[in-house]
């Protein structure tokens, strides 16, 4: 990661000399803001447009969907819909996480396991640095399921899967990342 130096008044001022330090400064510090450097100032979010990662589609079939990229990423939360079909026995969601951004991946956890027959609206919250999720699942407004567990997460995850355990169930959701990596 890029270092950000501090630029002084006096490196600015109209008898100021032009070093070659002031002009590393300047090359460096724009990419040490934008790669969020530990001592650079922060980007306010509404300036960042969209943290949007994608249209997520967990499939019927026990197939993973991935998520890669996501260095620097503290928070991933998924809003859509899901289906949990009552004839299917074995239907616990799962996620694994990578910290070297999807060449290999940690055992699978459960993180969502419907206990009944629903099919309706799903929001995902996942911690990326503490392994916090929390899952809230309703059906037509009623019969809401709350879930939340904390799994084990390696340092530094970058790429994430999720599957459905069994055949049968899915879940279609918008994935959008939020916040960055404690420095």
Not at 39 to 55: E, N, Q, R, V
């Amino acid at each position: 990661m890029t270092t950000y130096t501090e630029i002084l008044d006096t490196q600015l001022d109209p008898d100021a000399p032009i070093t070659s330090a002031l002009g590393y400064q300047l090359r460096d510090n724009p990419v040490a803001l934008s790669e969020g450097a530990e001592d650079a100032p922060k980007i306010s979010p509404t300036a960042l447009g969209s943290l949007f990662l994608g249209f997520i589609q967990v499939p019927t079939d026990s197939n993973y969907v991935e998520i890669t990229d996501l260095d620097r990423v503290k928070t991933i939360i998924m809003h859509g819909a899901y289906l949990a079909p009552s004839a299917v026995s074995n239907r616990a969601f799962q996620i694994s996480y990578s910290d070297d951004n999807g060449s290999s991946w940690e055992t699978e956890q459960d993180f969502f396991t419907p206990n009944q027959d629903i099919d309706g609206f799903i929001a995902i919250h996942f911690d990326l640095e503490t392994g916090a999720v929390d899952v809230s699942a309703s059906r037509d407004g009623g019969n809401r399921t709350v879930e939340t567990s904390t799994l084990t997460v390696p340092s530094d995850v970058n790429a994430i899967r999720i599957r459905n355990e069994a055949v049968g169930g899915a879940i279609d959701a918008v994935a959008v990342a939020i916040g960055g990596v404690s420095p």
